[in-house]
Each structure stands twice: as structure tokens, then as C-alpha cells.
């Protein structure tokens, strides 16, 4: 039998694993409008971070504004006759019927005026949660939706 010494050297030894795989986000998803519309502006950088509730991107919303505006005039206006209609009611100048109808209208425009406040609202489009940026897809002035 045959025995072969060696000097021991003292050396770091590398603890690395080379293996072939496939890295996954948590979370990942792509972002989309609930509208269509053209992107007024975008802000986010590509590979940057965001954080839950940022704008990442607006569309022209300069109808839906219109449309808010509009309807709180309408708010206004419902409030106004349902007070005078209340006014009258008190010294039995108009119906039951009529102050009912004057606060369903009141009611009706409050209901209409939130539809048009979320339809606003849904032309920004902001991250659900924090995180890390792709790629951008898209560029200001481009129709989405």
C-alpha cells in the first residue's frame, strides 16, 4: 500500500451552488386602465421603485372633470328645490308627493355625481401595492384601454 502526504495550506473555501432555474416575483402584474383614453402622463421609471398608491400613469380626463363640475351644479340645484320645496311643504303649499319627489331627484344627483367622481378617478392609474418597475410599454400621447 502506497501513501502520498501533502502540506496543509490554509485557504478560504467557496461555498457557491451553480444551478440553472427561474427567479419569480411575490407579486407581479400588469397594469391596465379600466378606460380608454390617451396618457397625458407617465411617472415612473423603468426598473425603479413605487410605492403603494403612486400614480403611475393619467389620462386626459378634461371630459370627466367637465362632467364633475356639471353634476355638482346639479347637487346644487337639487338641494335648492328640495329647501324651497320643504319651505312650502311646512305651510302645506305643495303635496307629499312633491317633496318626495324633490328629495328622490336630490338622492338621484348625489348617486350621479359619485358614479362621475369614480369614473375620474379611473383615469389615473396608480400601483396596487410597492414594488419594482418593468419595462414601459406605453408613451404620452398613446390611446390605451
Same mark, same amino acid.
Given at each position: 500500500?502506497?501513501?502520498?502526504?501533502?502540506?496543509?495550506?490554509? =485557504?478560504?473555501?467557496? =461555498?457557491?451552488?451553480?444551478?440553472?432555474?427561474?427567479?419569480?416575483?411575490?407579486?407581479?402584474?400588469?397594469?391596465?386602465? #379600466?378606460? *380608454?383614453?390617451?396618457?397625458?402622463?407617465?411617472?415612473?421609471?423603468?426598473?425603479?421603485?413605487?410605492?403603494?398608491?403612486? &400614480?403611475?400613469?393619467?389620462?386626459?380626463?378634461?371630459?370627466?372633470?367637465?362632467? &364633475?363640475?356639471?353634476?355638482?351644479?346639479?347637487? #346644487?340645484? +337639487?338641494?335648492?328645490?328640495?329647501?324651497?320645496?320643504?319651505?312650502?311643504?311646512?305651510?302645506? +303649499?305643495? *303635496? +307629499?308627493?312633491?317633496?318626495?319627489?324633490?328629495?328622490?331627484?336630490?338622492? %338621484?344627483?348625489? %348617486?350621479?355625481? +359619485? *358614479?362621475?367622481?369614480?369614473?375620474?378617478?379611473?383615469?389615473?392609474?396608480? %400601483?396596487?401595492?410597492?414594488?419594482?418597475? $418593468?419595462? #414601459?410599454?406605453? *408613451?404620452? $400621447?398613446?390611446?390605451?384601454?
Amino acid at each position: 500500500m502506497r501513501v502520498e502526504l501533502e502540506t496543509v495550506i490554509p =485557504r478560504q473555501l467557496a =461555498r457557491t451552488v451553480e444551478a440553472v432555474g427561474t427567479a419569480r416575483a411575490i407579486e407581479a402584474i400588469t397594469v391596465s386602465t #379600466k378606460i *380608454s383614453g390617451r396618457i397625458t402622463d407617465l411617472n415612473f421609471t423603468p426598473g425603479g421603485t413605487v410605492e403603494a398608491g403612486q &400614480v403611475l400613469a393619467a389620462l386626459d380626463d378634461a371630459g370627466a372633470r367637465a362632467d &364633475v363640475a356639471r353634476l355638482e351644479a346639479a347637487v #346644487k340645484e +337639487a338641494t335648492t328645490q328640495l329647501e324651497r320645496t320643504r319651505q312650502l311643504r311646512r305651510g302645506n +303649499a305643495v *303635496s +307629499a308627493a312633491e317633496f318626495d319627489t324633490r328629495t328622490t331627484e336630490l338622492i %338621484a344627483a348625489r %348617486a350621479t355625481l +359619485a *358614479s362621475a367622481r369614480a369614473t375620474l378617478a379611473d383615469h389615473r392609474v396608480v %400601483a396596487p401595492f410597492p414594488g419594482r418597475v $418593468g419595462l #414601459k410599454q406605453v *408613451s404620452v $400621447g398613446a390611446v390605451v384601454g
